[in-house]
Every structure is written in structure tokens, then in C-alpha cells.
């Protein structure tokens, strides 16, 4: 069953798209469906877009439950090893 929840976070960054070119990241959109192209039933989906840009330049992520889960969990460890002077 899908819930069609989607959910989209002003983000800062870049990312590194289709033919190995950077831009500039500014939009998170994260949802829960079936998937393109992983070998899984349902996915976490997160899709790394420039609002301002062109839509098809984007980069996509397909993760199951458990390695959506474990992606969060090593961002927090990450950033907690950080001195908060640094994460201006």
C-alpha cells in the first residue's frame, strides 16, 4: 500500500548529477513508494534537486527501510564528531 507522504527540505550543498557535473543543490524531496530501478518491493526515495534548474538534473537515491535507517543514523554519529564550531 503506498501513502503517497511526500515530503520536501530546503537544502544547501551540491551534488555531483549525470555526466559527472556539480550543481547546486536546494531542494530534498523524500517519499516512500515502489521503486525504479532498486530490487526492492517499497523504497525510501530521495531526490537531490536545484529548484532553480533544470528538472531533469537531479540525483536520486533508492534505499530500502534498514539502509535509509542506517544512512540517518550515520549522519548523526557524523555530525556529532564534529565541534559545534565548525557546523556554522
Not at 532498486?38 to 530500502?64: F, K, Q, S, Y
Request: charged share 20%.
Amino acid at each position: 500500500m503506498c501513502t503517497y507522504t511526500t515530503v520536501h527540505a530546503d537544502v544547501d550543498g551540491s551534488a555531483k548529477g549525470p555526466g559527472s557535473a556539480w550543481f547546486h543543490a536546494g531542494r530534498a524531496t523524500v517519499y516512500f513508494d515502489h521503486p525504479v530501478h532498486a530490487m526492492a518491493e517499497h523504497t525510501l526515495n530521495i531526490d537531490l534537486t536545484d529548484p532553480a534548474g533544470d528538472p531533469a538534473r537531479r540525483v536520486a537515491l533508492e534505499l530500502t527501510a534498514e539502509s535509509a535507517r542506517a544512512l540517518v543514523a550515520a549522519i548523526q554519529q557524523a555530525l556529532a564528531a564534529v565541534p559545534e564550531e565548525l557546523k556554522v
